[in-house]
């Protein structure tokens, strides 16, 4: 099986050992592992600023960089919805192809690989985090106001095979964080606010760590802990499943 690696600019930039992480868990669990050098933006930020038309040279780019894998994979809900929903290309049948090809990381190792088992250990509370994107754009969990449908997470369901970790139960399991891109620049006020209040149900169940499968969700939460001098620290998801403490 020949994997393509997509790593999002914002996790390259500011948190490498995310991507790490994510390699060394896809090859763990058996996967051929390439990363095109030649990647970048997937566009992402100017198409959900307005400005879909100036991202033509970031899908023309993905698609000669991504068109030859069985898989793509990447370990960012919102990078991946995006090229799912939104990638097109003078090709068009190869970026129809991508489209129906890539995965983001949790939904690709339940999916697709069926992992049941992960040789994991990560002795220490922790509180997840349901970003939107994967949520509710690529269904990685059940939504809460959907009673009537049996609840299920892949997250979860990866989170419980590490050895020693104890996940807590929110109030309130699949709240906006606040970040939402662009959004925390031009509404920041508010953005903080839902922030810090997603922050403070971690809080308030003594957690020690703040896990998800979106860095840019992850980041934002990070900023507010660390204003707040709290202790509590955040790990992508991909670092915690490859995590042998």
């Known amino acids: 099986m020949k994997v393509g690696l997509f790593i999002p600019c914002y996790i390259d930039q500011f948190y490498p050992q995310v991507a790490i992480a994510t390699l060394t868990l896809l090859e763990k669990v058996g996967c051929e592992v390439s990363y095109p050098l030649q990647q970048t933006c997937c566009g992402q930020p100017m198409a959900n600023s307005g400005y879909e038309y100036l991202a033509g040279g970031c899908n023309e780019n993905f698609v000669r960089n991504f068109a030859d894998f069985d898989y793509i994979v990447s370990p960012s809900g919102s990078c991946t919805l995006h090229i799912k929903h939104h990638l097109h290309a003078a090709n068009e049948e190869d970026a129809t192809t991508i489209r129906s090809r890539i995965y983001e990381l949790t939904e690709f190792l339940t999916d697709i690989l069926h992992v049941s088992t992960l040789n994991a250990t990560f002795p220490y509370k922790v509180g997840l985090h349901q970003s939107c994107h994967g949520q509710r754009g ?108």
Do not use: W
């Not at 009673?147 to 989170?159: M, T």
């Open 138 to 245: 690529l269904g990685l969990a059940q939504m809460s106001e959907l009673v009537v449908s049996p609840p299920f997470s892949k997250p979860v369901q990866l989170l419980n095979l590490v050895n020693g970790l104890e996940l807590v139960q929110l109030d309130r399991r699949d709240e906006c964080c606040g970040f939402g891109g662009t959004f925390c620049v031009t509404e920041e006020a508010v953005s903080a606010k839902m922030g810090k209040d997603r922050v403070a149900d971690h809080l308030r169940h003594g957690v020690n760590y703040i896990t998800g499968v979106d860095v840019s969700c992850l980041m934002h939460m990070e900023g507010i802990l660390k204003r707040a001098n709290s202790t509590v620290q955040v790990k992508h998801i991909a670092e915690i499943l490859t995590a042998t403490i």
